[in-house]
Nanobody, 120 residues
Framework: QVQLVESGGGSVQAGGSLRLSCAAS????????RGWYRQIPGKQRELVAS???????NYADSVKGRFTISRDNAKNMVYLQMNSLKPEDTAVYYC??????????????WGQGTQVTVSS
């Protein structure tokens, strides 16, 4: 099994910055995609950013140019640097890992989430 633990959330004024971190532990081998999702109450969870083992990134249009996802494969860490934060970025942010293990198949795990609140 894999465990994911997010940290770094908090409250910040519009225009400020936060850096989220996600530590992964367990049976993590080979290639995988790690991502950050966010969810606003009453809304569906949405992808914010993702990054492959090789470093290819993908961002939601709403955060392009403001957020940067990165990972440290040796430490099984993924980060989300959030700059120029807007009130509409307020949400619970979740860490995700999606991968494949030979002879076992795919896996998908979520962290418990960390709250990000951006005030105007």
């Amino acid at each position: 099994q894999v465990q994911l633990v997010e940290s770094g959330g908090g409250s910040v004024q519009a225009g400020g910055s936060l850096r989220l971190s996600c530590a992964a532990s367990g049976s993590i081998f080979g290639s995988n995609v790690r991502g950050w999702y966010r969810q606003i109450p009453g809304k569906q969870r949405e992808l914010v950013a993702s990054i492959t083992t090789a470093g290819s990134t993908n961002y939601a249009d709403s955060v392009k140019g403001r957020f940067t996802i990165s990972r440290d494969n040796a430490k099984n860490m993924v980060y989300l640097q959030m700059n120029s934060l807007k009130p509409e970025d307020t949400a619970v942010y979740y860490c995700n890992i999606n991968g494949w293990l030979a002879l076992k198949g795919g896996y998908n795990y979520w962290g418990q989430g960390t709250q990000v609140t951006v005030s105007s």
